[in-house]
Nanobody, 118 residues
Framework: QVQLVESGGGLVQPGGSLRLSCAAS????????MSWVRQAPGKGLEWVSD????????YYADSVKGRFTISRDNAKNTLYLEMNSLKHEDTAVYYC???????????WGQGTQVTVSS
């Protein structure tokens, strides 16, 4: 069965960095675009970034552009999100998700908590 397992979250000071990982299994990872989506406390889901199946094209929300980098290693079936210059407003649960169509994601991980606080 399809499984997505995020890791790498934690507590970081403003201006710090974190690298999230999402280990995928149960499907042909290299055939799918993937997303990172986050949910801040008391708020709805916010799309963060997408990467196409081959990794050659990436897309970012304006709120993270220039600070976050999405990447993937298809040989390792793993998706990454490098987060730099973190701000308080980046505090959220971060989910990876499989993309099956434009703005349509069918499988989600359990999420990993990122807290930006001094």
């Amino acid at each position: 069965q399809v499984q997505l397992v995020e890791s790498g979250g934690g507590l970081v000071q403003p201006g710090g960095s974190l690298r999230l990982s999402c280990a995928a299994s149960g499907f042909t990872f290299s055939s799918y675009a993937m997303s990172w989506v986050r949910q801040a406390p008391g708020k709805g889901l916010e799309w963060v970034s997408d990467i196409i199946s081959g990794g050659g094209l990436t897309y970012y929300a304006d709120s993270v552009k220039g600070r976050f980098t999405i990447s993937r290693d298809n040989a390792k079936n793993t998706l990454y999100l490098e987060m730099n210059s973190l701000k308080h407003e980046d505090t959220a649960v971060y989910y990876c998700a499989r993309v099956i169509a434009v703005v349509t994601r069918d499988y989600w991980g359990q999420g990993t908590q990122v807290t930006v606080s001094s």
